[in-house]
């Protein structure tokens, strides 16, 4: 009898070791599970400035429209590797709503009283012998209906800023600009990114452009959070311990 008591408890502290280690091992995976997310965003998020081109003769000794600067204007973005701000400043919303409905209706009848032919001997006499012969009539309708309605509401407000990077200039002037801002907290990453076609005559003073005006945007916020080793621990420790006799 001890011998009996023995093996089963020392069978119990194995298996509770067993779940111990388990848990151990798949909260230590977990904890690592810190991913970049994918994105959406033209990459690359930024670019680094060209170097001036080297003057010709047929610019002359100062003018050089590589690296032409308006004297009497402010420093607007022009070249790839200068920066712009964006005032990110979207709000969308969108409803939809569909109803649909329809009915059918049908009716039968039999009357045993009616003649075959010729015969003067209705039918409900030929069926006399037969179970429920004597009914007079039979008679049967139908009736079915439906109605179906979905309604679906979406909102969305995004506001923020982030200063990116011209990473190309188009041949009408336009800029492709690229950005990214990366805000660590306590357990993870947030990230924004923005990409898109800006044109130079939206950019205002202090090279501020709103994200309404710019051309094929792309707009994320993403985070990258790390999933937190004690609360996965915590969730199989009580999973097995809800399997367990014990």
Avoid at 68 to 79: A, G, I
Avoid at 166 to 175: A, I, Q, R, S
């Amino acid at each position: 009898m001890l011998n009996t008591i023995y093996r089963s408890a020392r069978n119990i502290s194995a298996l509770r070791v067993l779940m111990i280690t388990s848990i151990l091992l798949l909260g230590s995976m977990f904890s690592a599970c810190a991913i970049t997310p994918s994105t959406i965003v033209k990459e690359p998020s930024t670019a680094k400035a060209a170097a001036p081109a080297t003057a010709t003769t047929s610019n002359g000794a100062i003018f050089s429209a590589s690296t032409y600067r308006p004297t009497f204007e402010d420093r607007r973005p022009r070249f790839v590797g200068d920066i712009v701000t964006i005032n990110i400043i979207e709000n969308t919303s969108a409803t939809k709503a569909n109803a649909s409905s329809g009915s059918k209706q049908g009716d039968a009848s039999f009357n045993t009283n009616a003649k075959i032919g010729d015969n003067t001997r209705p039918i409900g006499g030929l069926l006399a012998g037969l179970p429920f012969g004597n009914l007079a009539s039979f008679a049967a309708s139908s009736d079915n209906s439906f109605a179906d309605k979905a309604a679906a509401n979406s909102s969305n407000v995004f506001t923020g800023s982030i200063t990116a990077t011209v990473v190309e200039v188009l041949p009408n002037g336009n800029l492709i600009v690229s950005g990214e801002k990366q805000v660590a907290l306590d357990k993870g990453t947030e990230f924004v990114r923005f990409s898109g076609v800006v044109n130079p005559d939206t950019i205002t003073q202090g090279n501020f452009v709103p994200s309404t005006k710019v051309a094929d945007a792309r707009i994320e916020y993403r985070t990258n959070s790390k999933i937190d080793g004690a609360a996965i621990a915590s969730i199989f420790a009580r999973f097995f311990l809800s399997m367990s006799p014990w």
